[in-house]
């Protein structure tokens, strides 16, 4: 293992660098993205109404978080698979997934929005968190030890 890191030296730093810029995307979330859902989430929000939202700035904030997410999950899994095909896949696979996401989100907050808090909290979850690569990677590793 050690021999493999020390061989794989500039692709384990740019492991490291993707990484990292998630982590950093979650550290500043409260300064780079408009979202009033990080507060209200925090807080005891079954009793709560739902904050005043700026619908349109939402939406933008949320795509362009999810936008960077994508990114920096698609770089890890090229590095992680060097896999030309496993690449494209999950480049259509976050953009299919991207696509309901919003759409959900912005649906369930439109027409549903008091009534199911907690489908807005889920569904948001996977817009801003990198659920997909935690769930892609270990499927993808164990495809290719499949074959």
Do not use: C, H, W
Not at 26 to 40: C, G, H, K, S, V
Not at 68 to 91: A, H, P, R, W, Y
């Amino acid at each position: 293992m050690l021999n493999y890191l020390l061989k794989n030296k500039t692709k384990v730093i740019f492991i490291v660098i993707l990484l990292s810029l998630l982590i950093a995307i979650r550290a500043f979330e409260n300064t780079i993205f408009y979202d009033p859902f990080l507060d209200y989430f925090k807080k005891n929000y079954m009793n709560l109404p739902l904050p005043n939202t700026n619908i349109i700035k939402l939406f933008f904030s949320l795509g362009f978080r999810y936008y960077l997410n994508s990114i920096i999950s698609l770089g890890l899994i090229k590095l992680l698979f060097n896999d030309s095909k496993i690449l494209k896949f999950s480049i259509f696979l976050y953009s299919v997934f991207g696509i309901i996401f919003m759409v959900a989100f912005f649906f369930v907050l439109v027409k549903f929005g008091e009534t199911n808090k907690m489908n807005l909290f889920y569904i948001r979850r996977f817009i801003i968190q990198p659920i997909l690569l935690i769930l892609f990677i270990p499927a993808f590793y164990y495809q290719k030890k499949m074959k």
